[in-house]
């Protein structure tokens, strides 16, 4: 053959189609709205983002997973699962969801202000509510598979050396109070990190607020209820001094529910259990309140 | 105004907008858009932006209504924005996604099935010219790529109507000429209406069949580009020297010529003023080297206006 034939297709050769319009269906608001949280529910974890933006998600991971499989492995050798699942280990949660959210919410939010992309969703067919109820299903997922998947480990583990029926039974029944508390994690931390994140389009900004706030005030937490006596004091003192920061405030709330007093953050609230439920309810509210309030200022911009 | 035989694309009545602050940006503007390409002008601050959120629904008129494809822009807001394809002034690209990645995104948002976005999405930036690139991020593309990425996002949606808001903004004039080209190229063999403000008259005249301007919030005048441009009765008259002899003459002869930089403005009476002109300049032996019929400019729309060479307005 010529050369011609082998070298690959010059600059100039565009085969002109011609413009082709669209009229076939088109997805509803419902499913548009999917589409979006899918997106940055996948932009959550870095996919469809360079290297760097995997990194973290990626480590979360490992750092979390990691104790359940050592704790997996140990109950194949016959030792005893060592971590619960309604609390696992708690100050690696508090500690992996704060750099996680930290990390990942800005991520979400904060880069669509830096690039000024609002304005291209806004004038599609999406309501001012949209973006932000999108974003936040899909933080929430994000926050839920971080929280339950290494539970699942832990469980799966536990089972598979379980002697009876027996055994995997009240695995099963310890192991759903755990996964309904890290729902109520993943749904209150995901809007707290969101409505903070998206205060500033400055992702470095907005990485800094939501690590501080997660940070302080947890550390205002601890050295309240340790001044108080530790999560074994009784007085009110010690059982309200969870009520400054949201990892203790879910925490107080697990207790409240019947979760072991014994293990985890807090000195069982006692009587002020359905105060930290209160605040918790009052917290997501005005976290969701005010990353919708911050989306209609947006769109009229 | 002249009503249009096709039915407008945009009407607006008693279009008004106060903003909070008690800032007036349209003040009762009434004005149809007929298919096609249609400039809107306007200085700014005339009210262009405001329009065009209106029409995208984005933000409710004080007063009036609006209407776009025959919807009405307060109720029908989601409806009209699947038919439109929007493409704002500003920077609105991330730097850290492909513009393959990017515009079927925001083609699955514009509510096109995962396939078709996909398919839509490549089809776009080969229209506006972007082949091999757009695998690469947007963040290494230079001004003009990214100008056309921002147009292949309001067209991947397959809209009926196309809102750019200055579009040429920050181009180089190669830039602005490729992507005046484009715009016209949509127009006409797309079969998509547009409609695209700027504030540079020089570009809208080369490109639309029509133009609305603008001032305060109201309408100047509303057209075709052609009826902004008719022939008038003035010669043009332009001499390498002599201007003040030449008129001198002329007005010997009972042509009462006005001056206008180094021009000489006739009123053309009929086809014998030519050959008055002929005889002055032949008179006075003067070097001739513009003898046209004046058209009506564009700008003269503006002339209060402060607004330079190129049609740009001072402000």
Request: charged residues 20%; aromatic residues 6%.
């Amino acid at each position: 053959m010529s050369d011609s034939a082998l070298s690959p297709p010059a600059a100039g050769v565009i085969h002109d189609l011609g413009y082709r319009g669209y009229d076939g269906p088109r997805l509803g608001r419902g499913q548009i709205i999917r589409a979006l949280t899918w997106h940055s529910f996948r932009s959550s974890f870095g996919i469809g983002r360079g290297v760097k933006g995997k990194i973290i998600p990626v480590l979360a991971f490992v750092a979390i997973c990691l104790p359940a499989f050592v704790n997996a492995f140990a109950v194949a050798r016959g030792n005893a699962r060592l971590f619960g699942y309604d609390v696992y280990v708690p100050s690696l949660r508090v500690a992996v969801v704060t750099i996680f959210l930290a990390a990942q919410a800005p991520e979400l939010v904060s880069r669509d202000l830096r690039n000024r992309v609002l304005p291209l969703y806004f004038c599609r067919p999406l309501r001012r509510g949209d973006y932000p109820l999108a974003k936040y299903l899909a933080l929430t997922s994000a926050l839920l598979l971080l929280i339950e998947i290494p539970l699942l480990i832990l469980y799966l583990g536990t089972i598979a050396s379980a002697k009876s029926g027996g055994a995997v039974w009240d695995q099963t029944r310890a192991l759903i109070p755990g996964l309904g508390v890290g729902l109520m994690w993943a749904v209150l931390m995901a809007a707290i990190g969101l409505v903070l994140a998206s205060l500033t389009g400055r992702r470095a900004y907005s990485t800094g607020i939501v690590a501080i706030s997660c940070v302080l005030t947890f550390i205002l937490s601890l050295l309240l209820i340790q001044s108080e006596g530790g999560t074994t004091a009784t007085s009110t003192g010690a059982r309200i001094a969870g009520l400054f920061s949201p990892f203790t405030i879910l925490d107080g709330v697990r207790v409240w529910l019947g979760g072991n007093p014994q293990v985890g953050l807090v000195a069982n609230p006692g009587r002020y259990g359905p105060l930290y439920g209160l605040l918790a309810v009052i917290l997501l509210a005005a976290c969701l309140g005010g990353l919708a309030a911050r989306y209609r200022k947006v769109s009229q911009s | 105004m002249p009503s249009t035989d096709p039915p407008a694309v945009i009407q607006t009545r008693v279009l008004t907008k106060v903003y909070p602050g008690g800032v007036t940006a349209l003040d009762g503007l009434t004005v149809d858009f007929a298919p096609g390409v249609t400039g809107l002008v306007g200085a700014n601050g005339a009210g262009k932006s405001t329009l065009i959120k209106i029409l995208l629904g984005l933000i409710r008129p004080t007063k009036g209504q609006a209407k776009v494809l025959g919807q009405d822009c307060e109720t029908s807001g989601e409806k009209i924005r699947s038919l439109l394809g929007y493409m704002p002034e500003h920077d609105c690209l991330p730097a850290d996604v492909t513009a393959t990645e990017f515009v079927t995104h925001l083609g699955r948002i514009s509510g096109l099935p995962p396939t078709v976005a996909k398919e839509r999405a490549a089809e776009s930036l080969r229209h506006v010219g972007l082949h091999e690139e757009r695998y690469r991020l947007i963040g290494t593309y230079s001004t003009g790529m990214k100008q056309r990425v921002k147009l292949a996002q309001a067209l991947v949606g397959a809209p009926r109507l196309l809102l750019l808001d200055e579009p040429t903004n920050g181009l180089d004039p190669a830039g602005r000429t490729a992507m005046l080209e484009l715009i016209a190229r949509i127009g006409a063999e797309f079969g998509i209406s547009i409609v695209v403000a700027s504030h540079l008259l020089g570009e809208i005249e080369r490109i639309c069949d029509h133009l609305v301007a603008i001032d305060g919030g109201r309408l100047l005048r509303a057209d075709t580009i052609t009826s902004f441009t008719q022939v008038s009765q003035v010669l043009a008259v332009e001499v390498e020297e002599g201007v003040a002899q030449l008129q001198a003459e002329l007005a010997a002869r009972g042509l009462a010529a006005t001056t206008q930089a180094r021009t000489l403005l006739v009123p053309l009476g009929g086809d014998d003023t030519y050959d008055v002109v002929r005889d002055c300049v032949a008179a006075l032996s003067l070097p001739l080297c513009r003898l046209e019929q004046r058209r009506h400019q564009v700008e003269e729309l503006f002339r209060d206006e402060e607004l330079d060479e190129e049609g740009v307005w001072n402000v």
